[in-house]
């Protein structure tokens, strides 16, 4: 199993533009999640999703949106990023629930 | 222990040595703890978890203590190597809604040789 993979590892982006931050996993897991972290700050969650077609929001989910067609995707979209949005993202999976997570590799943005 | 700022605290200790990092949660109705380790450029793993109902949970060479008397948690590594090198987290749950995972600020530990 490749596990939970995060495509781009990075990207820069000037204010404004839109793009698609691309998750997957091959576990069949249920619940997938999106966070960020920033220096100095714990993980904090974005929106997630307990099973396709399902997706919810977390703690600072403005400026994003996310869709779960399928089990094993989960892509999170920047509408118009903004230079508040630059961080690191990361993607997780679990088997049932927030509390079994499986993370990805991450992907680092930049919005200038 | 958590972090004040920008900065991550640093616990530095020799190699074979034992290292204690600490982490002090907010919510005395949070009912599950799990550590996180973050090697550099990579997501977080899991390390260990404890329930509210236990002091204190064992694993290979790490071991984690909760005193809820004192909202605080503290996750020791035994025999500290030169690969524990990482960020050291600890997020607490609280039940009930699926995004209800609180995650600290992490502490660095680096291992000298």
């Known amino acids: 199993n490749a596990g939970v993979t995060q495509t781009p590892k990075f990207q820069v982006l000037k204010t404004g533009q839109s793009m698609t931050l691309q998750c997957a996993q091959d576990?069949?897991?249920?619940?997938m999640s999106w966070y960020r972290q920033d220096p100095g700050m714990g993980l904090r969650l974005i929106h997630y999703s307990v099973g396709a077609g399902i997706t919810d929001q977390g703690e600072v989910p403005n400026g994003y949106n996310v869709s779960r067609s399928t089990t094993e995707d989960f892509p999170l979209r920047l509408l118009s990023a903004a230079p508040s949005q630059t961080s690191v993202y990361f993607c997780?999976?679990?088997?049932?629930?927030?509390?079994?997570?499986?993370f990805g590799p991450g992907t680092r943005l930049l919005v200038l | 222990g958590e972090s004040v700022g920008l900065h991550l605290p640093t616990l530095s200790v020799q190699e074979g040595d034992n290292s204690i990092i600490n982490c002090a949660y907010s919510n005395s109705a949070s009912d599950y703890f799990i550590w996180y380790k973050q090697e550099s450029g990579k997501g977080p793993q899991f390390i260990i978890d404890?329930?509210?109902?236990?002091d204190k949970r064992q694993g290979q060479r790490v071991t984690v203590l909760l005193n809820k008397t004192v909202k605080h948690l503290s996750l020791q590594i035994a025999a500290t190597q030169p690969g524990d090198s990482a960020v050291y987290f600890c997020?607490?749950?609280?039940?009930?809604?699926?995004?209800?995972?609180?995650f600290g600020k992490g502490t660095k530990l680096s291992v000298k040789p």
């Open positions: 404890i329930r509210s109902n236990m």
């Open positions: 576990m069949n897991h249920e619940y």
């Open positions: 997780a999976s679990s088997p049932r629930d927030i509390l079994t997570q499986y």
């Open positions: 997020a607490e749950f609280t039940g009930g809604s699926q995004g209800n995972l609180i």
